[in-house]
């Protein structure tokens, strides 16, 4: 039975990966900064043997506790999947400019997008040094932002996710001989809170107001996201490393 670890495991993206997870096979431990809603989360995922637990991935302390714990309970971890994210003062109707920009919104943003993506990914990597596994897969989650520039999400959280970028490709590199693939999803506009919070609205109907820039002319779902997340974590999806995976309805092409 292979073991995942899904942080930012308890809505949105994450929780929809955990699900599809689940149905896949796998024994899902969810992570988030609420234990009652990682334990919820988990005990409503198909399957038995699930496990929810608190997690501020910020903290190098508490992740590096969070992997030892889980390995000597649960088992060893065949797959990250780091859904965990922030976005920060960016998300708001109109976005906000470089120049209203703070220190204290950039910090907070990067310790969590940033480091909080290198600290888990480094603790899966020495997690899977001391005790190899079959299959090994690291997800990390990106965005169209860190593409093209903040759009209404603000530079905090556009650089936060290019760094993700470029953190993936490195990883990749570094554990390749061990056997680990690392990718990247970067999604576009996805029928999620944080899109809601992006955009300054609350109706699902309106959520997202340039359609007419996505060739296929709809927002995302969380389940797309879980599909691609899938595939990643799959056994036929090991000859696939250092790649970021599209999943934003055409909007951009390169």
Request: with cysteine; glycine share 14%.
């Amino acid at each position: 039975m292979r073991i995942a670890l899904v942080t930012g495991g308890t809505g949105g993206l994450g929780l929809a990966t955990a699900r599809q997870f689940a149905k896949d096979g796998m024994t899902v431990v969810i992570a988030d900064l609420d234990q009652a809603a990682s334990a919820k989360a988990a005990g409503e995922l198909e399957g038995k043997g699930h496990r929810g637990i608190a997690l501020d991935v910020s903290s190098e302390e508490k992740v590096a506790a969070t992997f030892k714990t889980i390995e000597s309970e649960v088992g060893p971890i065949s797959v990250l999947a780091h859904f965990a994210g922030m976005l920060g003062a960016g998300g708001t109707a109109t976005g906000i400019s470089l120049i209203d920009s703070t220190v204290e919104d950039w910090d907070k943003v990067q310790s969590v997008n940033a480091r909080g993506t290198f600290l888990c990914v480094r603790e899966m990597a020495r997690a899977r040094r001391a005790k190899p596994v079959e299959h090994g897969r690291i997800i990390t989650v990106s965005s169209l932002a860190g593409q093209t520039g903040g759009l209404q999400s603000g530079a905090a959280y556009s650089a936060s996710k290019a760094a993700v970028l470029g953190l993936t490709r490195t990883a990749a590199r570094d554990l390749g001989s061990m056997g680990i693939t690392v990718n990247a999803i970067a999604p576009g506009p996805i029928d999620t809170p944080m899109l809601a919070q992006a955009t300054g609205t609350t109706n699902t109907g309106t959520k997202y107001t340039k359609l007419d820039s996505v060739p296929l002319g709809r927002v995302g779902a969380p389940e797309e996201i879980a599909g691609a997340a899938s595939f990643l974590a799959s056994v036929n999806g090991g000859f696939v490393t250092g790649a970021t995976i599209d999943v934003n309805g055409g909007l951009y092409m390169h």
